[in-house]
């Protein structure tokens, strides 16, 4: 095929026509087990790439924006660039501790797993595993929808601040430009991602994970940043109330990426958070990501409270 992106990935169709075929593990699991395994764990890769793609986007915009100069001085000096590397580092710093949290959960549970083959769980081992598949299917479509978006954006970024340059074949980020716009599509759009993560919303389990971060030990200086994501918490917990007291379930997909987001935002940045309590050289990231995650957050619960079923109208195809 003649891609836009990812030239370095071969791909083609496939056509069977009458092809013998065998039964590969058991009926009627095909659907709600092997492939919905397969495509957790493409789902898992396709984040770590993402954060790859992210972290090439950003080191090509920083190394860009330290050389090129402008009216005398490095463009990386002039408020509206170091603006725009702040916050790619802040969403890039995001995206990894995300992915490693979500790989976490992955990563117990399938050691259950395997552990269960060997012998039999103790209840103590078969409750844990429960607990991490299910955070591991929540995080999973969570982590690569915000880490996918967020490749996006990086890459969109970048191109910018090399300007014209970008936009021309001679620096690499023309191509990671069209390598990221895959990332939100195969393995699940998006939009699939939500409909899986939403679920984690209107149960509240990504609550009930938010509720855990709160209470981690933290050194006095962050008190203050996580009073901020206590009071992000607050208004997210309010406007998931707010849409499910309507109980309509096509009001509720219509909202659901901004509550996923929502619900991401406050994530990253308890991750971010617990990651400077660990090393103080995430703080920078921190500051600007809690900053960056109230201000979306606050956007999105003040569209959604000011938007009636009724207005579902003005969207809907003639």
Same mark, same amino acid.
């Given at each position: 095929?003649?891609?836009?992106?990812?030239?370095?990935?071969?791909?083609?169709?496939?056509?069977?026509?009458?092809?013998?075929?065998?039964?590969?593990?058991?009926?009627?699991?095909?659907?709600?087990?092997?492939?919905?395994?397969?495509?957790?764990?493409?789902?898992?890769?396709?984040?770590?790439?993402?954060?790859?793609?992210?972290?090439?986007?950003?080191?090509? =915009?920083?190394?860009?924006?330290?050389?090129?100069?402008?009216?005398?001085?490095? *463009?990386?000096?002039?408020?509206?660039?170091?603006?725009?590397?702040?916050? /790619?580092?802040?969403?890039?710093?995001?995206?990894?501790?995300?992915?490693?949290?979500?790989?976490?959960?992955?990563?117990?549970?399938?050691?259950?797993?395997?552990?269960?083959?060997?012998?039999?769980?103790?209840?103590?081992?078969?409750?844990?595993?429960?607990?991490?598949?299910?955070?591991?299917?929540?995080?999973?479509?969570?982590?690569?929808?915000?880490?996918?978006?967020?490749?996006?954006?990086?890459?969109? #970024?970048?191109?910018?601040?090399?300007?014209?340059?970008?936009?021309?074949?001679?620096?690499?980020?023309?191509?990671?430009?069209?390598? =990221?716009?895959?990332?939100?599509?195969?393995?699940?759009?998006?939009?699939?991602?939500?409909?899986?993560?939403?679920?984690?919303?209107?149960?509240?389990?990504?609550?009930?994970?938010?509720?855990?971060?709160?209470? /981690?030990?933290?050194?006095?200086?962050?008190?203050?940043?996580?009073?901020?994501?206590?009071?992000?918490?607050?208004?997210?917990?309010?406007?998931?109330?707010?849409?499910?007291? *309507?109980?309509?379930?096509?009001?509720?997909?219509?909202?659901?990426? !901004?509550?996923?987001? /929502? =619900?991401?935002?406050? *994530?990253?940045?308890?991750?971010?958070?617990? #990651?400077?309590?660990?090393?103080?050289?995430?703080?920078?990231?921190?500051?600007?990501?809690? !900053?960056?995650?109230?201000?979306?957050?606050? =956007?999105?619960?003040?569209?959604?409270?000011?938007?009636?079923?009724?207005?579902?109208?003005?969207?809907?195809?003639?």
């Amino acid at each position: 095929e003649n891609k836009m992106g990812i030239k370095g990935s071969p791909t083609c169709e496939l056509v069977f026509k009458d092809a013998p075929a065998e039964l590969v593990g058991e009926r009627k699991l095909g659907l709600i087990k092997y492939v919905m395994a397969l495509m957790n764990g493409a789902r898992l890769g396709i984040g770590a790439q993402a954060v790859g793609l992210s972290e090439a986007a950003y080191r090509e =915009a920083l190394a860009y924006a330290e050389e090129r100069k402008q009216f005398g001085k490095a *463009i990386i000096g002039f408020p509206a660039v170091y603006e725009m590397l702040g916050l /790619m580092k802040a969403k890039l710093d995001a995206s990894r501790t995300l992915l490693y949290e979500t790989s976490r959960y992955v990563d117990v549970y399938k050691s259950y797993m395997h552990l269960s083959e060997e012998r039999t769980l103790t209840k103590e081992e078969r409750d844990d595993m429960k607990t991490y598949q299910k955070l591991a299917d929540y995080f999973t479509p969570l982590l690569k929808g915000m880490t996918s978006e967020y490749c996006n954006q990086l890459a969109y #970024d970048s191109l910018q601040i090399h300007g014209g340059s970008g936009f021309m074949k001679d620096y690499p980020i023309e191509r990671i430009y069209r390598d =990221a716009r895959i990332t939100t599509i195969y393995e699940g759009t998006t939009q699939l991602q939500v409909v899986s993560a939403i679920r984690g919303v209107t149960n509240g389990a990504l609550l009930n994970r938010i509720r855990e971060f709160e209470v /981690m030990p933290l050194q006095p200086e962050l008190h203050g940043l996580r009073r901020t994501l206590i009071g992000m918490t607050e208004e997210y917990e309010k406007t998931v109330k707010h849409l499910a007291d *309507i109980r309509d379930n096509e009001y509720l997909d219509f909202h659901a990426r !901004r509550l996923v987001e /929502m =619900a991401g935002h406050i *994530i990253m940045g308890y991750l971010l958070l617990l #990651d400077t309590e660990r090393d103080d050289r995430f703080r920078t990231s921190t500051e600007i990501y809690i !900053r960056y995650g109230r201000a979306e957050n606050k =956007a999105r619960a003040e569209y959604i409270s000011n938007f009636s079923i009724n207005d579902l109208g003005f969207f809907k195809p003639n």
